[in-house]
């Protein structure tokens, strides 16, 4: 018997029907498609497969429990490496990581591994997964987890877990950071990531939202008079770049954080039942090439852009974004301005009417490893367009810095950490995530919210004795 | 859920609130501002703390029903809750000894001044404080900027109250009269912040406006604050709110005001706080 050699596709609403709602693209395996996806697993001795895993899951061990039938099983040993594997199995870049190295890629195609995750993950929800609460140590020591993104979820329920008191303290009205204010309801619903942080609040965290660290509190006030006696640092990296190029300020220019966070933390969509407005435009420019630029152009066309443009100055090969997601942008009716580089935003009175841009074409490897693109002269053109979204990059905010005296930072303002511990220049105080790597990724960043809780657990055992 | 434990009608689409809000109480500082959301579905509408009492745990909101968010929050009674209070937002005012420092309030501008005039007085300035408004039923806070300001001057656009003219006609004379003014400190509609940035700039006295941009989250996340500041972007509610007067872009900052007016309009139309603005 030769085995199938390519992945099963995973079911997907329509291109031209979903382009027009907010509902998720893909619709995930059923029982029989799963369990034949599993059947193509190996269960390798040596687990390629982990080791491109950032926390590394134990895959061939949850593919079997599915093949058995063993759901309960299967969610148990996914949940001992990650805890949001509901969210992971959606927005992974599995490509890059485990899948990449499985075996069968060698000869055709890697097992669906995230496609698996995600049945395994939803199967669980749907069925009524049971959370019971872990036993609070006597006299449990107070922990603080400031930022409700995925580092500073997955270091609360792990150190709720190993029994501490821990609260979390969120700027905005709702936990979740990037999951609920960035990515998009299409590629992951929100009432999955509040369901995941339900189950969290079920460990006994605590959450408090609204609480600005630098502002509500000071981290020192939170050490020395709220009586926490450690604190891990999540806040990610949320300041949003510009282009520092004429014409920003005009009307109709958004960062991408702006845009999504209207519409997807605001609910700008069901304006003006939500109170939140937001311009679409008619034509939608959005320069950058990541995961976050996907986003933005695909939400446009979604709020009734006509047309929706990716401006790129580089070629689609050195393009950030997830394979899927680009495939996705595209099968929508998203276009490619690749090569393009943004010169001048240009309006009239005030309100955006295009973009001048000059196109570009590969010279030499730069210091990042890839081709630097080089102006063609002569070749300025303008893109009719009323919008222009920036989804360049954000940086780190920097309230938490510049009111902790003592917490080291490198030159971009991200806080400095061990990347084992993470271990900040200050005893008791901790951080990871995007804070300390710059904009990654959510299976990183839980990483790093993993690595923390158990370095916290040992600080504060050696603290107590 | 926060509570507003007394409510003052100040004009017909001027209201007060103390609301409960001990932490914010315990930490705010003059200059400072809050972010608030009335429900669920609500817009997240920036307000300038006007007024603190830290033994009570309240804070102090003034406000001008201009849209659908601040129409609906100005139908709510005393003891009625919203939703969310995030703070306290911003950098607080540099607050020093200077001198004479000139504080200068337009419309409910005057509200988020006082604390300031306040704190000017109690660090041993001389404060002398200039409120307009357009007519005399639009003076807001004139017994406590009396009591917190060394000399206090009073401008109406139509005379009906104080000296007929604008706030700027005074700070000319004020200038004029040679008197050694060490900073100004304006809030108020952006043209009257304008105005006073350019009644001060030939005199290089140092001035400092704060700027309300349209906000959304107000913790430097979403970059819709920004303002141009000395050919830079600035996030006001970061970097901000206060800024030097002579170095803002004023006319971006009103274009960019004007960006939601549109929608904004059928916002109303379609009933949320059930106002009747913008349909002229
Ligand atoms: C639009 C978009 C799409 C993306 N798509 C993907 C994808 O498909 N796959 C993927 O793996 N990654 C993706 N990413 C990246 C991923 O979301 C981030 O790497 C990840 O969320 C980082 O997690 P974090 O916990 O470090 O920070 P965040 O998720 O940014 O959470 C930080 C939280 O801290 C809060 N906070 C900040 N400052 C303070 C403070 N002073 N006090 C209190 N709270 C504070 C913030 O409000 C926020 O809730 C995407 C990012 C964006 C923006
Ligand atoms: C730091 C800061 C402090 C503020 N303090 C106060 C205060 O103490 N009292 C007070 O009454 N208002 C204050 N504002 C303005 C207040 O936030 C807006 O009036 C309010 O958001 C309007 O909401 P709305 O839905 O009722 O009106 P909308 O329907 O949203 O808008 C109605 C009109 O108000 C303009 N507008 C909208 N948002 C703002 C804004 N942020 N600033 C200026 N104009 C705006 C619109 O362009 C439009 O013309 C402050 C703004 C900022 C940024
Ligand atoms: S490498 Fe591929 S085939 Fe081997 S265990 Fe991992 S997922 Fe299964
Ligand atoms: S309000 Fe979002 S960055 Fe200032």
Redesign the interface.
């Known amino acids: 018997m030769s085995p199938v050699m390519k992945k099963h596709a995973m079911p997907e609403q329509d291109p031209k029907v979903r382009a027009k709602n907010f509902n998720e693209v893909t619709l995930g395996y059923g029982e029989d498609t799963a369990l034949a996806e599993a059947q193509r697993c190996l269960h390798c001795k040596t687990a390629p497969c982990r080791q491109g895993c950032p926390v590394e899951v134990n895959i061939p061990e949850f593919i079997q429990h599915i093949k058995d039938g063993q759901m309960d099983e299967a969610i148990k040993s996914l949940k001992s490496y990650n805890s949001l594997p509901a969210v992971c199995g959606r927005v992974c870049p599995q490509e890059e990581q485990c899948e990449k190295h499985c075996v069968l890629a060698k000869k055709g195609e890697s097992v669906g591994i995230g496609r698996l995750e995600r049945y395994a993950a939803d199967y669980a929800r749907e069925h009524g997964e049971t959370v019971t609460a872990p036993q609070r140590k006597a006299n449990a020591q107070k922990v603080a987890v400031i930022g409700a993104g995925p580092a500073g979820l997955t270091a609360a329920g792990d150190l709720a877990k190993l029994g501490y008191a821990v609260t979390i303290f969120e700027?905005?009205?709702a936990p979740g950071g990037v999951l609920m204010?960035g990515i998009p309801e299409f590629r992951l619903p929100k009432a999955i990531v509040q369901q995941e942080i339900s189950n969290l609040k079920k460990l006994g965290v605590v959450i408090e939202?609204?609480?600005?660290i630098g502002?509500?509190?000071t981290i020192d006030e939170l050490l020395d008079e709220e009586g926490f006696e450690a604190v891990f640092i999540g806040t990610g990296a949320?300041?949003?770049h510009?282009l520092?190029i004429p014409g920003?300020?005009?009307?109709?220019v958004?960062?991408a954080?702006?845009f999504l966070?209207?519409c997807n933390l605001?609910?700008a969509y069901?304006?003006?039942?939500?109170?939140?407005?937001?311009?679409v435009g008619h034509k939608v420019a959005v320069v950058g090439g990541g995961n976050v630029a996907m986003d933005a152009a695909r939400t446009a066309l979604r709020l009734g852009a006509e047309e929706s443009y990716i401006v790129y100055r580089r070629s689609e090969t050195e393009m950030p974004a997830r394979l899927e997601e680009v495939h996705h942008a595209k099968e929508e009716g998203v276009q490619f301005r690749l090569l393009t580089n943004p010169l001048e935003v240009v309006g009239k009175d005030?309100w955006v009417t295009g973009l001048r841009c000059m196109k570009m074409e590969l010279g030499e490897p730069d210091a990042s490893g890839r081709r630097r693109p080089v102006e063609i002269a002569g070749s300025e053109f303008t893109l009719d367009v009323d919008v222009v979204i920036?989804a360049i990059g954000q940086g780190p905010?920097?309230?938490i810095q510049s009111t902790t005296k003592g917490l080291d930072t490198n030159k971009r303002g991200n806080i400095i950490a061990d990347e084992e511990t993470g271990q900040t220049s200050r005893l008791g105080i901790f951080a990871g995530g995007d804070i300390v790597t710059g904009a990654a990724t959510v299976i990183l960043a839980m990483g790093a919210g993993k690595k923390a809780a158990v370095a916290i657990d040992k600080y504060l055992q050696e603290k107590r004795q | 859920m926060f509570k507003i434990v007394a409510k003052k009608v100040l004009s017909p689409t001027v209201k007060q609130f103390a609301m409960a809000a001990p932490q914010i109480a315990k930490k705010c500082q003059p200059g400072q501002f809050v972010i608030i959301r009335i429900d669920d579905e609500g817009e997240r509408v920036p307000l300038t703390i006007a007024d603190f009492d830290r033994d009570k745990g309240t804070i102090t909101l003034l406000f001008q029903e201009v849209g659908a968010s601040t129409q609906q929050l100005g139908q709510l009674e005393e003891g009625e809750s919203i939703l969310d209070i995030a703070g306290p937002l911003g950098n607080p005012t540099h607050i020093k000894k200077m001198g004479t420092v000139v504080c200068i309030g337009g419309g409910i501008g005057t509200a988020p001044v006082y604390p300031i005039a306040r704190a000017m007085k109690a660090a041993g300035n001389r404060v002398i404080s200039i409120i307009g408004a357009r007519t005399a039923e639009l003076l807001i806070f004139e017994d406590e900027m009396k009591n917190a300001s060394d000399e206090l001057y009073i401008t109406t656009d139509d005379g009906s109250k104080g000296i007929k003219g604008f706030v700027t006609d005074v700070l000319k004379r004020l200038i004029d009269d040679e008197e050694k003014l060490a900073e100004v400190m304006a809030i108020g509609p952006v043209v009257m912040m304008r105005g006073v940035a350019e009644v001060t700039r030939p005199y290089k006295i140092p001035t400092v406006v704060s700027l309300n941009p349209i906000m959304v989250d107000g913790t430097g996340m979403c970059g819709g604050c920004r303002v141009a500041v000395g050919n830079e972007s600035k996030f006001a509610c970061v970097d901000g709110p206060e800024f030097d007067a002579h170095q803002v872009d004023f006319d971006t900052l009103i274009a960019r005001q004007k960006m939601y007016i549109p929608l904004e309009k059928k916002s109303c139309e379609n009933g949320r706080g059930g106002c009747k603005c913008h349909q002229s």
């Open positions: 700027a905005l009205h204010y939202v609204n609480a600005i502002r509500t509190y949320g300041l949003p510009f520092q920003e300020n005009l009307n109709g958004y960062s954080n702006e966070t209207r605001m609910k069901q304006f003006p039942k939500a109170a939140t407005p937001i311009k005030s920036m905010n920097p309230l």
